[in-house]
C-alpha cells in the first residue's frame, strides 16, 4: 500500500510537470525567457513540501520531468528503457529538491543569500555530474537555451556554460525569494539577486569586449553539403558528389574546405581502393579538399565513425570519433543492460572509440595552412572537447552529424544550437554539418551566421573570421572552475546544515529534564 501511496499524491505529478516546464526554453519551442522563470513553480511545489523527506522526493519527480521532456525523443530508439534512464538520473535532483525547501522557507536574509549561491550551485554540480558520458551525457544543460543570445553567451566565454546555468538558476531563484520572503529585508535580497542575475550576460560582455576586438587573421569560406534522407551509401556518395561538383568554386564566394556529414561515406576508404579513388578525383575537380565521414565495418568487424580529410595525397589526417553515443552507439554496463536491445533499438554491438580531441591541418587553396578542429555528432555537448581543440591551435571548430533518426523532433535544432555555446566558450567560429538537417553556423561569439533546416537539401556557404591561434576566452584558459566552484559550494552547504543539526539536537537534549 505504501508503494501506491507513493503515485498517488497529486504534488508530485504537479512537480513532474513543473520540471518539463523550463524545457519549453529549449528549442524547438524556443521560449528561451522561460529559462529566466520557469522553475519558480517547481520552486513553489519544493518549498511548500510538508517535510525534507517529501521535498526530496519532489525534487526528484522534478528531474526526472525535466529529463523526460528534453530526451522524450529516445522514446523510438530506447521504448521503456528512457523511463529506467530518467528515473535514475531524476534522483539527482533529491538534494536540490531538499535544498529548496529548508532554504526557502521563510526566507529571512541570511537564508535568502545562502539560496542565492547553493541552489544554482547543486544544479550546476547535477549537470556536471550528467555530462560525465559513462552516465549519459550532458544534454539538454540548462544554458544552453540562451544559445540565441550573445549578450548572455558571453558569460560562457568567462566560466562555459556552467557559468549560464549558475546565473539563470540563481535568477529564478530570486525571482522566488522575491515573492515568498517573510520580511522586507528578504525581499530585498530577492530583488537584488534577480538584477544581479540579469546585470551578469552584460557585465561579462563587456569584459570580453577587449578580446573580440583583436582584428582577424583572414577569412574562411566553409561549404557544408547536407543531402538529405538518401536511400543506401550509394545513393548518399552519388548525391554528396552532385551538390559538392555543383558548389561555385570562384570570385569571393568560393570555398575554402568542403564538409560532408556523419555517416556521409558508408565505406571503409581504408581498403576500399575505389571508393577513396572517387574522393580523391572529386576533390581534385573542386580543387578542394573535403573533410567527409566514414562509417563502416572494418575487415575485422569493428565499427568506429571516423572524420577522413581527402585531397590529392588520399586520407591527409583523420579522427576517430571519442565520446560514443550511450544506448545509440554503445550501451553502458552492457552484461547489466544488454536486454535493452530486445526491447528497443539500442545499439547491437559496442562501437570502437577513438583517443580523444585532436586538431587537423587542411592546405587551402591559395596556399593557407588551416588548423581546425573536427568533432562528431554528440561530441558537441561536451565544452572540454572543443576546448581542448582550441588549446591545441584550432582556429575553427567543426561538427560532423547525421542526425537522420530524430527527424521531426526538437533533438534537430537542439543539436544545432549546441555550437552557438561551443563558440562563445572557445572564442572560435563554430559549423555543424549534418547529413539530414540541421547544419548551422555562428561566428565567434555565438551569432548565427546561417542555418539550413532539415526540410532543406543542398550546401550552406559561410565565410567566417578567423581569430589568432594563440586566442584564449578565460573558461578555455581556467577550465570547469564554474563546477569546482559549485561543488565547495555545495559541500559547504552540507556542513552548515548538519552542523547545524546536530547542535539543535545538542541543546535539545540538554534542555530535557532529568
Same mark, same amino acid.
Given at each position: 500500500m505504501a508503494f501506491w501511496r507513493a503515485f498517488a499524491q497529486p504534488a508530485r505529478y504537479a512537480a513532474l510537470l513543473a520540471g518539463a516546464l523550463p524545457v519549453l526554453a529549449f528549442p524547438a519551442p524556443n521560449l528561451e525567457w522561460l529559462a529566466w522563470c520557469g522553475l519558480v513553480p517547481g520552486l513553489f511545489l519544493l518549498r511548500a513540501a510538508p517535510n525534507g523527506r517529501e521535498a526530496a522526493i519532489r525534487g526528484w519527480w522534478f528531474g526526472a520531468g525535466y529529463l523526460l521532456a528534453a530526451l522524450y525523443w529516445l522514446i523510438p530508439n530506447l521504448g521503456p528503457g528512457l523511463l529506467l534512464v530518467v528515473i535514475v538520473l531524476g534522483l539527482l535532483w533529491a538534494g536540490f529538491g531538499y535544498a529548496a525547501w529548508r532554504l526557502l522557507r521563510g526566507p529571512n536574509p541570511r537564508q535568502a543569500a545562502a539560496a542565492l549561491v547553493v541552489l544554482p550551485g547543486i544544479w550546476v554540480v547535477i549537470d556536471w555530474i550528467r555530462s560525465w558520458q559513462g552516465i549519459g551525457g550532458p544534454w539538454a544543460v540548462f544554458g544552453a537555451s540562451q544559445w540565441q543570445h550573445p549578450v548572455v553567451l558571453a558569460l560562457a566565454a568567462v566560466g562555459g556554460?556552467?557559468?549560464?546555468t549558475f546565473v539563470l538558476v540563481a535568477a529564478n531563484t530570486a525571482i522566488m525569494i522575491a515573492l515568498t520572503a517573510a520580511s522586507w529585508p528578504g525581499r530585498?535580497?530577492?530583488v537584488a539577486g534577480a538584477v544581479i542575475a540579469v546585470a551578469a550576460g552584460p557585465t561579462a560582455f563587456s569584459l570580453t569586449a577587449a578580446e573580440y576586438a583583436v582584428p582577424p587573421t583572414g577569412y574562411l569560406t566553409l561549404a557544408l553539403v547536407q543531402p538529405g534522407i538518401q536511400d543506401g551509401a550509394h545513393a548518399r556518395l552519388a548525391e554528396e558528389s552532385r551538390l559538392t561538383m555543383a558548389i561555385p568554386r570562384t570570385g569571393k564566394h568560393g570555398p575554402d574546405l568542403i564538409i560532408w556529414g556523419e555517416s556521409s561515406v558508408g565505406y571503409d576508404l581504408y581498403t576500399d581502393q575505389a571508393v577513396l579513388s572517387q574522393l580523391v578525383r572529386l576533390s581534385d575537380q573542386v580543387g578542394r579538399q573535403l573533410l567527409v565521414s566514414q562509417d563502416a565495418l572494418s575487415p575485422s568487424g569493428a565499427k568506429s565513425k571516423v572524420a577522413v580529410l581527402i585531397g590529392p595525397a588520399g586520407i591527409e589526417g583523420s579522427y576517430i570519433k571519442t565520446r560514443l553515443v550511450p544506448f545509440g552507439e554503445y550501451i553502458p554496463f552492457r552484461p547489466v543492460l544488454g536486454w535493452l536491445t530486445k526491447i528497443s533499438k539500442a545499439a547491437s554491438e559496442n562501437m570502437i572509440a577513438g583517443h580523444g580531441a585532436h586538431v587537423l591541418q587542411a592546405v587551402l587553396?591559395?596556399?593557407?595552412?588551416?588548423?581546425?578542429g573536427v568533432l562528431i555528432c554528440f561530441e !558537441? !555537448?561536451?565544452p572540454d572537447m572543443s576546448a581542448v581543440d582550441t588549446s591545441h591551435g584550432a582556429q575553427v571548430i567543426i561538427y560532423q552529424t547525421s542526425d537522420s533518426t530524430f527527424q521531426g523532433s526538437w533533438a534537430l535544432e537542439q543539436h544545432a544550437s549546441l555550437s552557438a555555446v561551443r563558440a562563445a566558450e572557445t572564442g572560435r567560429p563554430t559549423v555543424q554539418a549534418a547529413l539530414t538537417g540541421d547544419s548551422a553556423a555562428f561566428d565567434s561569439r555565438g551569432r548565427l551566421l546561417g542555418w539550413l533546416g532539415s526540410s532543406k537539401r543542398g550546401v550552406?556557404?559561410?565565410?567566417?573570421?578567423?581569430?589568432?591561434? !594563440?586566442?584564449?576566452t578565460p573558461f578555455v584558459r581556467f577550465g570547469d572552475y564554474v563546477p569546482w566552484f559549485s561543488i565547495g559550494v555545495v559541500v559547504m552547504a552540507i556542513a552548515f546544515a548538519t552542523g547545524g543539526d546536530?547542535?539543535?539536537r545538542r541543546r535539545h537534549t540538554e534542555e530535557e529534564p532529568g
Open positions: 556554460i556552467w557559468l549560464i530585498a535580497v530577492g587553396p591559395d596556399g593557407r595552412r588551416l588548423t581546425f !558537441s !555537448s561536451f550552406l556557404t559561410v565565410t567566417v573570421a578567423l581569430p589568432p591561434a !594563440s586566442a584564449r546536530a547542535g539543535r
